[in-house]
């Protein structure tokens, strides 16, 4: 997804190059296509067979559920998503990321969730005073 997944994902293809020999190219989409230059809804590689969505934070699944109807209709397969933070929001009716795996059967994986950073503050006796944000951020968002 536009924006701020582009240097994740140029990141771990430049990564499974250099380290790996393993040569995967990336590319992102436009917020709407152009009709002249580099035209069309994507920049860089043109998606096509498998594919792997890479974001930096999952909340409601929104725009990963964009993107993975924007590659399918681009003749592109997506199989898993990883985004760097998991925000453990809920969808429509339960957690986003359970939500997306039920209606695309797409795995979401999470370098960092929400729940790991809550356990580390409780952790942290120098961060206890944020344990009542977090708290309330919780029973607001993650129900």
Request: aromatic share 8%; glycine share 4%.
């Given at each position: 997804?536009?924006?701020?997944?582009?240097?994740?994902?140029?990141?771990?293809?430049?990564?499974?190059?250099?380290?790996?020999?393993?040569?995967?190219?990336?590319?992102?989409?436009?917020?709407?296509?152009?009709?002249?230059?580099?035209?069309?809804?994507?920049?860089?590689?043109q998606?096509?067979?498998?594919?792997?969505?890479?974001?930096?934070?999952?909340?409601?699944?929104?725009?990963?559920?964009?993107?993975?109807?924007?590659?399918?209709?681009?003749?592109?397969?997506?199989?898993?998503?990883?985004?760097?933070?998991?925000?453990?929001?809920?969808?429509?009716?339960?957690?986003?990321?359970?939500?997306l795996?039920d209606?695309?059967?797409?795995?979401?994986?999470?370098?960092?969730?929400?729940?790991?950073?809550?356990?580390?503050?409780?952790?942290?006796?120098?961060?206890?005073?944020?344990?009542?944000?977090?708290?309330?951020?919780?029973?607001?968002?993650?129900?």
């Amino acid at each position: 997804p536009a924006y701020k997944g582009i240097t994740l994902a140029s990141s771990i293809s430049h990564t499974l190059y250099s380290d790996n020999s393993v040569s995967k190219p990336f590319c992102h989409n436009r917020k709407e296509a152009k009709t002249h230059g580099e035209s069309g809804i994507f920049v860089g590689y043109q998606p096509k067979g498998v594919a792997m969505i890479v974001d930096d934070v999952i909340s409601s699944g929104n725009s990963i559920t964009e993107s993975i109807k924007l590659l399918e209709t681009n003749n592109a397969h997506p199989t898993s998503v990883v985004v760097a933070f998991d925000r453990m929001e809920v969808g429509h009716h339960k957690r986003a990321s359970t939500e997306l795996y039920d209606d695309y059967n797409i795995p979401i994986h999470s370098i960092i969730s929400l729940d790991d950073i809550l356990e580390y503050i409780k952790s942290n006796n120098s961060l206890s005073n944020h344990l009542v944000e977090m708290e309330t951020y919780i029973a607001e968002y993650k129900r």
